[in-house]
C-alpha cells in the first residue's frame, strides 16, 4: 500500500462541507483531521466510490479509541491508512496492515533529531512535516497578535534570516554564532 498515484496534493479536511469538496476535486487522496465513530464507515464508503484514498487522523478522532481496538476499528471500515502523533499507534496500525503517516512538528535542530528517531522507531510509511511554511505562520501570527513576533528554529544563514524578517518577524533566535554578528542589522 502506498499513496495514490500523482498525490502532489492531498486534500486535509475538517468539516463536512470540505470533505464534499475534497469528493468532487482532483486530489486522489483525502487526510481526515475530524473522523468520527459514527460517520467513518459512510465517509470510507464515498470516499472508495469516488476513487479516493482516506486517511484518518487517530489522535483528533472522536468517540474511536487511540488504542488497538480503534486502529482494527478504522481497518475494519475501510480506512486505507491512519496519521498520528504516536509513535505506539504508528507500529499498531502497521500491525494491522495499514499505510501510516507519522505527523511530527518540527521547530528546531532537537526536533530533527527527535523526529528521526521517533520516525525510525515507528517505521512509518510516510512523515508529514509541520509546518510546511513557517514563513506563513509567522506572518499570520504577526496579522492577529499585537506583539512582537520572534521566528527561531533551523535557522542557519543569512538568507534564511532575512526571510524571517520578510516574513513579519520583529526579531530571529538562533544557535549559529555566526549569525550574530548580524544582531545590529
Known sequence: MRLAEGSRVIAAVRNDADWETALRSQVSTIFDLSPELFSLKQRVDDAHKAGKQVFIHLDLAMGIGKDRTGIRYAKETGVDGIISTRVNIIKTAREHGLFTVQRVFVVD??????????????????????????GKATEKLKQRLEIPVIAGGLIET???????????????????????QMGGR
Do not use: H
Not at 110 to 126: I, Y
Not at 163 to 179: F, I
Open 109 to 134: 535542530a532537537q526536533s530533527v533529531q527527535t523526529t528521526v528517531d521517533s520516525v525510525k522507531a515507528s517505521k512509518a510509511d510516510m512523515v508529514e512535516i509541520m509546518p510546511g511554511v513557517v
Open 158 to 180: 543569512e538568507e534564511e534570516v532575512q526571510m524571517a524578517l520578510n516574513s513579519g518577524a520583529s526579531a530571529v533566535s538562533t544557535g549559529k554564532k555566526e549569525l550574530w
